[in-house]
């Protein structure tokens, strides 16, 4: 049986599956959930419809579920509601947990979804695929891999890793061959250097804005950068003035963690990001 989704303004066909069918869940779940499949944009979903009350299920309940279903089968899956409150699809969001509410509402990060026909290509790099091409070429050869076994090695989700990959695909970086399983894998046309120097105008850094400070607590948590950076790894002598890099979304990009912060000088240079776009230094 096939029916149709509405998702920003475009039908879906979604068909109902055998439960059988998902891999690695429990019997509870398999009889808690009705379960469907739709592709969006050439991405293939697994959706879970609940048979009871939301209630049953906590988000961190959906969010191991996701996880389980998506390890096992190489799928991304998503809840299905008929109806959500505010409050409810507040803190499924929070878990990054994807879902739909019929015709009405949808979260479904790292999928493009609109009214169009085809997906824009892609014009600049993000920074996800600014990671995976970085990371081909500093760390690890990445010739032949899946977006599956990428979020395996990397701090990107499946859905983030697959758009990474068509963003490089659409920029002419690389291109994107589909296996005998109809997977879609890395393939570099260009190597080593004429592969560094395509990329070059397309990258951007992830610095905003630079300041100096007296004092840095708990200076061990912080990556050295600059010249400090170069001097760890060769026999470069060190700046006097040490180059740290304030990570965002962690602790040690919070602004207390330095002392006398200013514009012109200090014992430290401290490099950051959008954390500290605001930090008024003329007033310090």
Known sequence: MCNKLIIAHKAYDVERIDAKSIKGISLEL?????????????Q?????????TLERYTPRAC??????????NGSPCAFWFDALDFNQRTRLMEKNVYFVVSDKYA????LVMDNRNERKAATELNAP????????????????RSSKELAEIMPYKYLTLTLALQVLQDLELCTLVVDANKEKRLHF???????????????KSPLKKSFYCDNVKEESSYMQGGINALAHYSMLVPDAV????????????????????????GAYKIECGSAFVGLDLEKR
């Open 107 to 110: 979260f479904l990060p790292g």
């Open 63 to 72: 969010a191991k579920m996701s996880e389980m279903v998506l390890k096992s």
């Open 189 to 203: 046309e260009l190597r080593g250097k004429a592969l560094w120097e395509k990329a070059l105008p397309l990258l």
């Open 129 to 144: 695929a600014q990671y995976v091409l970085l990371y081909h070429m500093q760390a690890k050869n990445l010739e032949g």
């Open 242 to 265: 040490k180059t740290l890099v304030a990570v965002e979304r962690t602790n040690t990009a919070k602004q207390e963690n330095f002392e006398r912060i200013n514009s012109w000088d």
């Open 30 to 42: 398999r009889t808690s959930f009705v379960f469907f499949k739709m592709e969006i944009v050439g």
């Open 44 to 52: 293939s979903i697994i959706l879970l419809k609940p048979k009871y």
